[in-house]
Each structure stands twice: as structure tokens, then as C-alpha cells.
């Protein structure tokens, strides 16, 4: 058994998965670019365990929200939005310990970290995915709730689900009677891997900048500094 496999397992037995097919839960950690170095290996990218998990992930988050809460449509959607975006599955994803059981090309494996969160986070639902396909339903819903989930709490009360640029839009306009312009100041990196520089304008004036992995990350980060600023 290979050194990388033995991990996986190890993490498998760490989030008592009792599985039928360890060949599956395996497929979950497996990165596309580990395929160009190693064309022969015997399991799949994980993409499509990757697609499958997305969808799992979304019905189970909603489904426990709609339960928990008697909250209106528009605040369940942003604090879905919180649980399941990218930056913190990547988080849950490190916290177990992931990272070391992914099979990555030697690029990727020394490459950016703003690259490898994106992996963790693609491979995280992929473990999903995989756990829906092998053990089933329940088994998934459980994972979600114990290691995603469980950030709700921590979520409201640190106001992680907010929408910066709403929030800052409303107040801007309720003060200033003013709307927020956004303007790409800057972007560099190539195609896979870009940082953008935005900044928020009131009128003419520069107010803040942010920057971001996208033009939308860049101007949530301008528009939180910007409510730092004027707001705070």
C-alpha cells in the first residue's frame, strides 16, 4: 500500500467512514494535473465525484437552514452562501488534514496557495460526493453537519454572511444619498490564477480598495474596508 493511500485511509477511519468501497473515497483526492504526470494511474480526476458532491452539499445546507431557522429567503440564501463558499471549505478541508492525501502533479503541489485553497475546497466536495455514492445520503448529511455545518453559529455571530457590498450600498445611500461606484484598478496573474485591485468611488472620491481572486471578491473586500472606514 502506497504511502499516499495509507493517509487517505487513516482520514477515513479519523471521520468513522465505514466503507464499502475505499476506491471511491480514494477517487475524491485525486487532482486532475496528477493524471499529466501519471497517465497510468488506476482511478479518475475527481471532478465528476466533485459535481456530485456540489449538489449534495447544497440540498443538505439548505434543507438544515430551512430547519433551523424561521428566517426570510433572502438571509437563508447569504448564510448558504457563506457555509458553502470556497474559502470555507478549503478551511474545513485543511482542518482535516486533507491536504497531505491529495495526489497533485508536482506543480500544483508547490504551486500558489491561493490555488491550492481552490483544490481543497474542489476535493472537500468530492469527499462528499464520494460518501453520498458509497455509504449513502445519511452518511453525507452527517459528514456536512459535523465538519461544515457546525460553522453556522460562528457565522452569525461574526456577521460572515453580510453582503459588504449591500450593506454598504444601503447605508451609503441612506447617509450620503449617493450609490457606489466600483472600478477595476488592477488585475495581474495569468488566467488561472488572477488578483484583482478594485476600488469603491462616492462621486469622484476614492473611498477604499480590495483585492480579490475575482472582480466580485475584490470589490466585497473594497466595500468592507470602505465600511471600516465611513462606518465603523
Known amino acids: ?20 468501497d475505499p476506491e471511491v473515497f ?17 482511478l479518475d480526476n475527481n471532478e465528476r465525484l466533485e459535481f456530485l458532491g456540489d449538489a449534495v452539499l447544497e440540498l443538505v445546507t439548505t434543507r438544515y437552514l430551512y430547519d433551523k431557522f424561521q428566517k426570510p429567503e433572502g438571509e437563508l440564501t447569504a448564510l448558504r452562501s457563506a ?7 478549503s478551511e474545513v478541508a485543511k482542518g482535516l488534514g486533507v491536504e497531505e492525501c491529495l495526489y ?38 452527517s459528514f456536512i453537519e459535523n465538519n461544515i455545518l457546525k460553522l453556522t453559529d460562528k457565522i452569525i455571530d461574526e456577521k460572515l454572511y453580510i453582503d459588504a457590498k449591500s450593506s454598504f450600498q444601503e447605508k451609503v445611500q441612506e447617509k ?5 461606484q466600483y472600478k477595476v484598478l488592477e488585475q ?11 476600488a469603491v468611488f462616492l462621486a469622484e472620491e476614492l473611498v477604499a480598495t480590495g483585492k480579490g481572486s475575482s472582480k466580485n471578491s475584490a470589490e466585497q473586500e473594497a466595500a468592507k ?3 471600516e472606514k465611513l462606518f465603523s
Open 1 to 20: 500500500m502506497s504511502e499516499k493511500k495509507e493517509k487517505i485511509l487513516k482520514l477515513a477511519g479519523k471521520l468513522s467512514l465505514d466503507l464499502k
Open 26 to 42: 480514494e477517487n475524491a483526492f485525486v487532482h486532475r494535473s496528477y493524471l499529466n504526470e501519471h497517465p497510468k494511474f488506476y
Open 83 to 89: 457555509l458553502v463558499r470556497g474559502k470555507n471549505l
Open 104 to 141: 497533485l502533479s508536482s506543480g500544483e503541489a508547490q504551486g500558489a496557495q491561493k490555488a491550492k485553497s481552490l483544490i481543497l475546497a474542489n476535493a472537500l466536495e468530492a469527499i462528499i460526493g464520494s460518501i453520498y455514492l458509497d455509504l449513502g445520503y445519511e452518511s453525507a448529511r
Open 176 to 180: 450620503f444619498k449617493v450609490t457606489p
Open 188 to 198: 495581474s496573474g495569468p488566467d488561472h490564477n488572477k488578483e484583482f485591485t478594485s
Open 225 to 227: 474596508a470602505a465600511l
